[in-house]
T-cell receptor, first 111, second 113 residues
Framework: QKEVEQDPGPLSVPEGAIVSLNCTYS??????FMWYRQYSRKGPELLMY????GNKEDGRFTAQVDKSSKYISLFIRDSQPSDSATYLC???????????FGAGTRLAVHP | DVKVTQSSRYLVKRTGEKVFLECVQD?????MFWYRQDPGLGLRLIYF???????EKGDIPEGYSVSREKKERFSLILESASTNQTSMYLC????????????FGPGTRLTVL
């Protein structure tokens, strides 16, 4: 079993939809959670970063962590065609321990 | 802005060739990483380096080696390329801040024939 599971999609939604992207994990030591966005032919870029459980909002993006269920989510409100990308979750236990990535979910937002 | 550059965007090599992938970062980061990215498998860590001349194996180091002679440059070497090393290779660097953010280069798409 992988440490981090993420549905690879692809996910196709109309412009303006609310998008929910999710990851589950098995290691209860993980405390730091990230979402990276990767456009086609580019490297991943950090989109959201959260520590422990709870929600974090940044514009149209909300990151949610439920440590009791070992489940994290990224919500995108009012999705735009420019949000079309692969979204990777990543997590680590602390300090300078290595990041563990999910497989990435490919999202397409069509006009 | 942090900039991580990789020497090639696309590379085609033949089985058995020695392949060098170069990565350069311009922000004086101590830590650098090499990943490969494959569909359905996500990013897998090949090697990382905490500092000049220091290296640590990641999860899939077999068939690869690395070199870090200067702080800004981290090279990945495929000693004898094989078809199962066809992949997207991503380099990243990290500052020693609390949030463990890694900055990625654009990637090198390597095809081994």
């Amino acid at each position: 079993q992988k440490e981090v599971e993420q549905d690879p999609g692809p996910l196709s939604v109309p412009e303006g939809a609310i998008v929910s992207l999710n990851c589950t994990y098995s290691n209860s030591a993980f405390q730091y959670f990230m979402w990276y966005r990767q456009y086609s032919r580019k490297g991943p870029e950090l989109l959201m970063y959260t520590y422990s459980s709870g929600n974090k909002e940044d514009g149209r993006f909300t990151a949610q962590v439920d440590k009791s269920s070992k489940y994290i989510s990224l919500f995108i409100r009012d999705s735009q065609p420019s949000d079309s990308a692969t979204y990777l979750c990543a997590m680590f236990s602390g300090g300078y321990n290595k990041l563990i990535f999910g497989a990435g979910t490919r999202l397409a937002v069509h006009p | 802005d942090v900039k991580v550059t990789q020497s090639s965007r696309y590379l085609v090599k033949r089985t058995g060739e020695k392949v060098f992938l170069e990565c350069v970062q311009d922000m004086d980061h101590e830590n650098m990483f090499w990943y490969r990215q494959d569909p359905g498998l996500g990013l897998r860590l090949i090697y990382f380096s905490y500092d000049v001349k220091m290296k640590e194996k990641g999860d899939i180091p077999e068939g690869y080696s690395v070199s870090r002679e200067k702080k800004e440059r981290f090279s990945l070497i495929l000693e004898s390329a094989s078809t199962n090393q066809t992949s997207m290779y991503l380099c990243a660097s990290r500052d020693r801040t609390y949030n463990n953010e890694q900055f990625f280069g654009p990637g090198t798409r390597l095809t081994v024939l």
